[in-house]
C-alpha cells in the first residue's frame, strides 16, 4: 500500500461503506470527522487517527492501525482498524433495535379493503 490513502478510499477498502461514493458522500456532508473536525474526501488518512462516521444513530469511532487502498474481504480488516466505539453509544443502538414498530401479520388488525366490502354486503341484506 502507499503511504497516503484518502479517507473516502480508505473507509471503502475497510468495508465500513459499501461503496467509495457513499464514503465520498458521508465526508461532504460531514458525516467523517477526525480529531472533532469534518474532513473532505481528499483529507489522507495516517496510522493511530481516531475516525468518528456518523451513521443514524449512533456515532462508531475507528482506529487506524494500517494504510489500504483496495477494498478487502471482511476478515482481513481487523489489521487495519480497531472499533474503538464507546459502550454508551452501541448501548443507545441496542436500544434502537429494541424501539422498532412491532410488524402484524397479513390479515390480522384492521381489515382490508376486500374484507370491508364483504362485511359491508353481510349487513346490507
Not at 461532504?28 to 475516525?51: E, Q, W
Not at 466505539?85 to 452501541?90: I, V, Y
Amino acid at each position: 500500500m502507499g503511504e497516503e490513502v484518502r479517507i473516502d478510499k480508505w473507509l471503502w477498502a475497510v468495508r465500513i461503506y459499501k461503496t467509495r461514493s457513499q464514503a465520498t458522500e458521508a465526508c461532504r456532508k460531514g458525516h467523517v470527522s477526525i480529531a472533532n473536525l469534518p474532513v473532505k474526501p481528499s483529507r489522507s488518512v495516517h496510522i493511530n487517527d481516531i475516525i468518528k462516521v456518523r451513521k443514524s444513530p449512533i456515532v462508531r469511532s475507528f482506529k487506524v492501525l494500517g494504510l489500504a487502498g483496495k477494498r478487502m474481504s471482511a476478515k482481513l480488516t481487523e489489521e487495519y482498524l480497531k472499533d474503538v466505539t464507546p459502550p454508551e453509544e452501541l448501548e443507545l443502538q441496542e436500544m434502537q433495535k429494541n424501539m422498532r414498530w412491532i410488524t402484524r401479520q397479513p390479515g390480522t388488525g384492521r381489515p382490508t379493503k376486500k374484507d370491508r366490502r364483504e362485511l359491508d354486503d353481510f349487513f346490507d341484506l
